[in-house]
């Protein structure tokens, strides 16, 4: 039997090749071949698209807030401001004046007795005109004139003169529509408040509210603020307040005004209701020395 012929050099070349390339997959070619590897299918199941959902609308923003500064060390922050709402000043009833009259006085000043007249003219037209003449003696003290406008809220200064010889020699001018007041002896000049009255008009003024604010109002107790005039640049609130009267003046509504300062001369006057609550009787000070006292004498229509 013949022996199987050796297999030729090609062969084992072959073979020693095809096992050589096996081992080096086996040691070295794991990351190799996982890059040559190819990849997977992988299947997506997509869902169905899902319809629009209406969304709320969107709230507005809300307002900046107030933030407080930053305070240093030990202080609080301050406080927000308020706002107050506007105040509606108080209504003024109608005021009733008196028709023209000329008022006879017993005076007293300085000490001194004499006569003074007060002579009230009020004009068709609307326009005024009130004077005060004092005489003690044969001597003519100066006189007093006021001259402007009335209407539903009683009287409305437009000038007020200290008077010599029949000539002004001091006097305050009231503008209503620029809405100030200036004067002869003094370069101020100050705003005009509502109701504003001189050195005389606020006689008549202060009688025709009193009358306006009826009995209840003029017990004892009972208030009546005027804005008064001087001729020296002042303007100032009065304040009257009712006390209580005398016996011997029970029938006569006695007012005193709130002291202005610690050296005020201070002013009282009785109002006569039977007449109107025309003064009839006005103190300012003391008569004795620098002050002056008027007592109603008689009236002439």
Known sequence: MRAAPLPSRAAWLAL???????AALLVGGSPRAEAVRPARAVSVALSPPTPPVALPEPAPPAPPQPTARASRAGEQPPAPA?????????????????????????????????????????????????????LIGERALPALESLGRTGSAGLAPERFAMQRGGQDRQAINFDSEGR???????????????????????????????????????????????????????????????????PEDAEML?????????HDPGVELWLDPARGCWPVRLRQGDPETRGFEINLSDVNS
């Open 16 to 22: 020693v090749a095809s096992l050589l390339a096996h």
């Open 82 to 134: 308020v706002v107050d709402a506007p105040v509606k000043p108080p209504e003024v009833p109608p005021l009733r004046l008196a028709g023209p009259a000329a008022w006879h006085y017993r005076l007293r000043q300085g000490g001194q007795d004499g006569e003074a007249w007060l002579d009230w003219r009020p004009e068709a037209d609307g326009r005024y005109s009130l004077r005060l003449t004092r």
């Open 180 to 246: 100030h007041v200036s004067f002869s002896a003094s370069p101020a000049l100050l705003d005009l408040p509502e109701g504003a009255q001189d050195r005389l008009s606020w006689w008549l003024q202060l009688a025709a509210l009193v009358q306006a604010s009826g009995a209840e109002a003029s017990a004892p107790g009972g208030r009546w603020r005027v804005w008064v005039a001087g001729l020296r640049g002042e303007l100032r609130e009065w304040v009257f307040e009712a006390v209580a009267a005398a």
């Open 254 to 262: 006695h007012l005193r005004r709130q002291p202005l300062g610690p």
